[in-house]
């Protein structure tokens, strides 16, 4: 595509030499969809739903995928860099979060029957560049998040990078994740630490 269209109910998309595939069944409105560089693509899938989003990607091989049943309000998804991913899984929930891929080949992936409150940051990397002020490199690479199934992550918290959330867990208000977190359990603070284990929870 390589101007502006309107697809279901005034989503305002220009996609720009890229490519958007839509379900029949999928439920877009209200959206703001950018997208910049070559072989970039969007997906929604079965049932999945945007509404009030904005949607970008600035470089080359990159790919967001909402799954059938997902439904995403509210939110801000972004790219920037080459050959990264954001994934939002089957029937999960989120009701305003900020998502943020940056640095090549990094992935952001959350999972099926997950709950995202509103007000959540979830980022793979930690702004802007640091250096090592003798050797010049740099020190704080971005780094992959994984958030799996099941994962309930209530208001205002935020997952920082190289992290992993394991299945049936909790996220406390408010909390600043900065390191992996246990199946079925609790956990909040700042940073988070796990406060109660072998729980569940019902969406």
Not at 49 to 75: E, H, M, P, Q, W
Not at 91 to 100: K, R
Request: aromatic share 6%; proline share 1%.
């Amino acid at each position: 595509m390589n101007k502006y269209i309107y697809l279901r109910l005034t989503n305002s998309i220009r996609i720009l030499k890229n490519k958007l595939f839509l379900s029949k069944k999928s439920y877009l409105i209200w959206n703001k969809l950018r997208v910049k560089g070559v072989e970039n693509v969007i997906f929604v899938e079965g049932t999945g739903k945007l509404r009030n989003c904005k949607i970008s990607i600035k470089g080359k091989n990159n790919t967001i995928t909402i799954k059938d049943g997902a439904n995403v309000s509210y939110s801000q998804l972004e790219i920037v860099g080459d050959h990264c991913d954001i994934t939002i899984g089957e029937n999960t929930d989120i009701g305003g979060a900020y998502l943020s891929s940056k640095g090549n080949n990094t992935t952001l992936s959350i999972g099926s029957d997950c709950m995202l409150s509103r007000n959540i940051n979830i980022m793979t990397y930690d702004g802007h560049p640091i250096y090592d002020r003798d050797s010049k490199k740099q020190i704080n690479h971005p780094q992959s998040i994984c958030i799996k199934n099941n994962v309930w992550i209530a208001a205002n918290a935020s997952i920082l990078k190289g992290v992993t959330v394991e299945s049936g867990s909790v996220i406390g208000f408010g909390s600043i994740v900065t390191k992996s977190i246990s199946a079925n359990s609790i956990s909040a603070g700042i940073p988070a630490r796990k406060i109660k284990e072998n729980i569940y929870w019902e969406h």
